[in-house]
């Protein structure tokens, strides 16, 4: 891994050197990573997934690290699983592979997932962007799960977590027609959190992931929790997993600092636990 001290000021994350499918740095308390394969648009291939699930597993681990900013380039966060690597298998292949843990393993992480989206992101580029919590888009974006297009659907989660951000009509439509949704869209019907141009659409990410890194990691990691908690749930028992949440917090040195803080007019100085 590199490290390196990134400013919030830069348009794209700075050279790294890493040549691997995914190259990572740490800037302060953000570990960020940015998907490599560019000549294929950043198609999610097993090898690349597993090296990403594992290093979220350890920067969720790591205390340094608050958050986690995934990034692709300006040209595409993800077009997509990589379908070369899928087209001849059988269907047995794919269910021996289980894949899908690798998925699993990203979708566990405690710690907020903040995505950098410019370009496209597509079928399993579209459901890896959905793992994320706060997604930063340019205004160049588009999005769509285009499986349809390829005799297949959505496998990593797109019709139940696309379903759950942008209703019935639009995930049908965007799931059986393969049709893309422009960033505006995806704004507007609730799959991203901010658009901005696309000269800022990274630095803007870096910058909501610092303002994270800020807080208390702790109240961070359980107000994550208590969100996915609104999408497995009926909503008295979500309003119950809160409370206990929120009380569990009240175990924190962090709740007594912010709330002195706030108290004798002062800036908390957090120490996640
Ligand atoms: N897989 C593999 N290679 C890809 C992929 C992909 N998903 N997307 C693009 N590429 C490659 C192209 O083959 C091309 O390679 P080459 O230069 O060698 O010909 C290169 O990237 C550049 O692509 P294009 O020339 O096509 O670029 P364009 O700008 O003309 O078009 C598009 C960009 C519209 C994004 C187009 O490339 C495209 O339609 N890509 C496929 C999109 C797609 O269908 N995605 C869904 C894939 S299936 C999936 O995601 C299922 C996920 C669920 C399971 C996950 C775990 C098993």
Same mark, same amino acid.
């Given at each position: 891994?590199?490290?390196g001290?990134?400013?919030?000021?830069?348009?794209?994350?700075?050279?790294?050197?890493?040549?691997?499918?995914?190259?990572?740095?740490?800037?302060?308390?953000?570990?960020?990573?940015?998907?490599?394969?560019?000549?294929?648009?950043n198609?999610?291939?097993?090898e690349?997934?597993?090296?990403?699930a594992?290093?979220?597993?350890?920067?969720?681990?790591?205390?340094?690290?608050?958050?986690?900013?995934?990034?692709?380039?300006?040209?595409?966060?993800? +077009?997509? $699983?990589?379908?070369?690597?899928? =087209?001849? &298998?059988? %269907?047995? #292949?794919?269910?021996?592979?289980?894949?899908?843990? !690798?998925?699993?393993?990203?979708?566990?992480?405690?710690?907020?997932?903040?995505?950098?989206v410019?370009?496209?992101?597509?079928?399993?580029?579209?459901?890896?962007?959905?793992?994320?919590?706060i997604?930063?888009?340019?205004?160049?974006?588009?999005?769509g799960?285009?499986?349809?297009?390829?005799?297949?659907?959505?496998?990593?989660?797109?019709?139940q977590?696309?379903?759950?951000?942008v209703?019935?009509?639009?995930?049908?439509?965007v799931?059986?027609?393969?049709r893309?949704?422009?960033?505006?869209?995806?704004?507007?019907?609730?799959?991203?959190?901010?658009?901005?141009?696309?000269?800022?659409?990274?630095?803007?990410?870096?910058?909501?992931a610092? +303002?994270l $890194?800020?807080?208390?990691?702790i =109240?961070? &990691?359980? %107000?994550k #929790?208590?969100?996915?908690?609104?999408f497995e749930? !009926?909503?008295?028992e979500?309003l119950?997993y809160?409370?206990?949440?929120f009380?569990?917090?009240?175990?924190?040195?962090?709740?007594?600092?912010?709330?002195?803080?706030?108290v004798?007019?002062?800036?908390?100085?957090?120490?996640?636990?």
């Open positions: 891994m590199t490290t001290t990134t400013s919030a000021t830069t348009t794209e994350p700075k050279p790294m050197t890493d040549a691997s499918l995914i190259l990572t740095e740490t800037d302060g308390a953000v570990g960020i990573i940015r998907l490599n394969r560019p000549k294929v648009l198609a999610l291939n097993p690349l997934m597993s090296m990403l594992a290093q979220c597993e350890a920067w969720d681990k790591d205390p340094a690290i608050h958050v986690i900013l995934i990034a692709g380039s300006e040209r595409a966060w993800a +077009a997509g $699983a990589d379908i070369g690597d899928m =087209a001849e &298998r059988s %269907a047995i #292949e794919m269910y021996e592979r289980d894949q899908f843990a !690798t998925w699993e393993r990203i979708k566990r992480v405690k710690k907020p997932l903040v995505a950098a410019s370009g496209w992101a597509l079928g399993g580029g579209c459901e890896l962007m959905m793992h994320c919590d997604v930063i888009a340019s205004e160049t974006a588009q999005f799960q285009p499986e349809i297009n390829i005799g297949v659907m959505p496998g990593a989660g797109g019709t977590r696309l379903s759950r951000a209703g019935k009509a639009i995930a049908m439509d799931i059986l027609s393969g893309f949704l422009s960033a505006d869209e995806a704004y507007r019907f609730g799959l991203v959190s901010r658009v901005v141009p696309t000269e800022h659409y990274y630095s803007e990410a870096l910058k909501v610092h +303002a $890194a800020k807080k208390s990691s =109240a961070l &990691r359980l %107000a #929790e208590g969100v996915l908690k609104a749930t !009926t909503l008295s979500g119950e809160e409370r206990k949440l009380y569990m917090l009240f175990a924190t040195e962090d709740q007594k600092e912010g709330m002195r803080a706030f004798e007019k002062r800036r908390p100085d957090f120490k996640g636990r």
